[in-house]
């Protein structure tokens, strides 16, 4: 079975083609600059790479070109679009609509398009677009939603609502709902795999630390509390978004600077978070840099990044009543040996004991132990892989 996983953004489109056999990537690339003078798709299949610089007006045209790329005589891999079983689409957000993936039909399209736009309304009408591009190009082929929230749809009502009028709650649907969702259960998963362990066996703590990062709660497989929100503003601070500030905080601001609602959200998404702090950069490997030149707001921004990550790992395992692992994924989970060390430092007295000389050595694409033998608590690196998760789940439904 040939799984096609679709990413669509505003002007881009991401895609792989999986063998479900194998789980192999067969071809993957991504087409930029939808709808904007100068589109471009990047191309990769059978060993090479090609740049198709074709004029693409829309997502329709776009996903038209994938597949040419797809059965192409240098990047192809497919001697028809025929072999591609289905597609899966990747959505950010569900509300309470979706709770699982869900194959698309006339009603699941109106409720993506009529209910869950104004909670994502940057990404979910891109996913939507792009699943209507791909529903025109190939109507015979099943198409499937995966969204970043189901995975938390397991969260008990104590952990996901807010202390707002419960009424409101019920009427606009303004809880917690988390994202990351494919990630954080991909790496749970292999994480009890590479423990030998079932996953109901397991208490674990996944941080995926990237330029957006959430830490999830997993309890027996099932996520019970994530910290991200009603929408990925919330938890730690990120690269340029805030994180979780007292409500009454922002509204001051907004004041004192003269930004409406639209531009003290931008504002809290795009100004904020380790950039805002370091006055530097978004990126850790800057940040890194900077503080061991001596710049004290870049070390600031890394101690800020890691003490909210670590209270996150101690608020879950006193939530779950214990913890057996902590895993680290993600740009800034894979990559950053500081962060990491950062967070676990002071953890011994749940029961890690951390390897630092293990936590040093270079990322090898594998999953990597970095608590010494004797830990309690196993603390794990294990790379991410959202499209698989999107393409087994596809695959799955079919
Ligand atoms: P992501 O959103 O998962 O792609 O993560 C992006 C972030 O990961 C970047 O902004 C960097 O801060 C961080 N990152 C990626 N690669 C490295 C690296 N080699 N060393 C340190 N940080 C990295």
Redesign the pocket.
């Known amino acids: 079975m040939k799984i096609l996983v679709v990413n669509a953004g505003s002007s881009s489109l991401k895609y792989q083609l999986i063998d479900m056999e194998t789980e192999k990537v067969l071809a993957k690339g991504g087409c930029e600059r939808i709808g904007i003078q100068g589109s471009l798709l990047k191309a990769k299949g059978n060993g090479s790479e090609k740049e198709f610089n074709v004029d693409m007006p829309n997502h329709k045209v776009a996903i038209e070109l994938v597949l040419k790329a797809l059965s192409d005589e240098e990047v192809g891999v497919l001697a028809s679009m025929a072999e591609i079983d289905a597609v899966g689409h990747r959505v950010v957000a569900s509300g309470e609509y979706f709770t699982k993936s869900t194959l698309v039909t006339p009603e699941v399209l109106k409720v993506l398009e009529e209910k869950t736009f104004e909670l994502a309304p940057l990404h979910n009408p891109a996913a939507a677009t792009g699943l209507r591009a791909c529903m025109d190009v190939m109507p015979e082929t099943p198409m499937v939603l995966v969204f970043d929230t189901s995975f938390h749809a397991t969260m008990p009502e104590k952990a996901y609502l807010y202390g707002i009028d419960y009424e409101d709650y019920k009427k606009y649907g303004v809880r917690k709902y988390g994202a990351h969702g494919t990630s954080h259960k991909f790496v749970a998963a292999e994480a009890a795999k590479y423990l030998g362990k079932k996953p109901e066996e397991l208490k674990i703590v996944t941080c995926h630390l990237?330029?957006?990062s959430s830490i999830t709660a997993v309890d027996g497989g099932k996520c019970v509390d994530t910290s991200m929100g009603f929408t990925p503003l919330a938890g730690v601070l990120m690269?340029t978004r805030s994180g979780d500030i007292d409500a009454s905080a922002v509204e001051f601001l907004a004041r004192k600077k003269g930004m409406n609602h639209a531009d003290t959200i931008t504002y809290l998404n795009k100004k904020c978070g380790v950039a805002g702090i370091s006055g530097v950069s978004?990126?850790?490997?800057d940040l890194?840099a900077g503080a061991e030149s001596g710049n004290s707001r870049c070390k600031l921004a890394l101690d800020m990044f890691s003490y909210q990550t670590k209270k996150f790992v101690g608020a879950y395992a006193a939530a779950m009543g214990g913890l057996d692992c902590i895993v680290f994924t993600?740009?800034?989970g894979e990559?950053?040996e500081l962060v990491r060390e950062k967070v676990c430092e002071g953890l011994e007295f749940l029961g890690v004991k951390f390897d630092g000389k293990a936590n040093l050595l270079k990322n090898n694409g594998k999953i990597r132990e970095i608590s010494e033998k004797s830990s309690k608590v196993k603390v794990l690196i294990i790379s991410t892989n959202e499209e698989l998760v999107i393409a087994r789940e596809t695959a799955e439904l079919l």
């Open positions: 990237g330029n957006g690269g978004s990126d850790f490997r890194i993600a740009g800034i990559n950053t």
